[in-house]
């Protein structure tokens, strides 16, 4: 039987794939039958989605899908951009060879991944491996829901491959940065590929039928 856990990775690959569309109910009954599980682990599980942005609790409705919008993505982006080095600098002293090797596996998932979902995924276990060490846990949880968040625009506009070339060479510098020690280059590589990721993503979706089609 599934837990609720693994309820949440289930119904959250599927909001962000787009099998939910905006503003869908998330009906724990129908939703239990279908995944074949009594009803707590599905409102545990809506609860996990709804701390990450992917859900929204609406009175005398229930759960729903959370709407899309590009006011969402640019603030889930200005605040990556403005606590991701945060972070960084928080559990930069504490960093070891074995978040050093987490990065280094999740750039190698990043390359196999054959799934935008799955690219996405990859993509956040990166950036968690640097910041995983960092004593504020509210932070690290929170970065997580804005990575969701993030993923969820990228995989809608089929944009994960846009700059998955610049993004892969930006993540080995960040990775060689850390490694030696060297905190202002790492700070400095980070905070370029946020602003280049954002830039990329906000002008794709402006630039497609996505944003007038799809986006409030």
């Known amino acids: 039987m599934l837990d609720s856990a693994r309820v949440a990775d289930q119904l959250r690959r599927e909001i962000m794939s787009g099998a939910w569309p905006s503003g869908a109910p998330l009906r724990q009954e ?38 899309l919008s590009l006011t969402a993505v640019e603030e889930a982006f200005a605040m990556r951009i403005a606590l991701e080095p945060v972070a960084l600098r ?17 750039l190698e998932e990043e390359q196999r991944a054959s799934t935008d979902y799955d690219w996405a995924q990859t993509n956040w276990s990166f950036h968690h491996s640097f910041y995983r060490a960092t004593p504020y846990p509210f932070l690290l949880s929170t970065l997580k829901a804005l990575n969701q968040t993030a993923s969820r625009y990228l995989i809608m506009g089929r944009s994960t491959r846009l700059r998955s070339h610049a993004s892969a060479d930006e993540h080995r510098a960040l990775l060689a940065a850390c490694r030696a020690g060297h905190l202002a280059e790492a700070i400095g590589i980070l905070d370029a590929h946020l602003h280049a990721a954002s830039e990329t993503l906000i002008s794709h979706l402006r630039s497609t039928a996505i944003d007038k089609r799809s986006l409030a």
């Open 30 to 67: 129908h939703l239990a039958r279908s995944l074949g599980v009594s009803r707590i682990p599905v409102r545990d599980a809506l609860t996990i989605l709804q701390a990450e942005g992917l859900v929204e609790m609406v009175p005398h409705k229930g759960a729903v899908v959370a709407p």
């Open 90 to 106: 928080s559990a930069f002293d504490r960093l070891s060879q074995s978040d050093f090797g987490a990065a280094e596996d999740a």
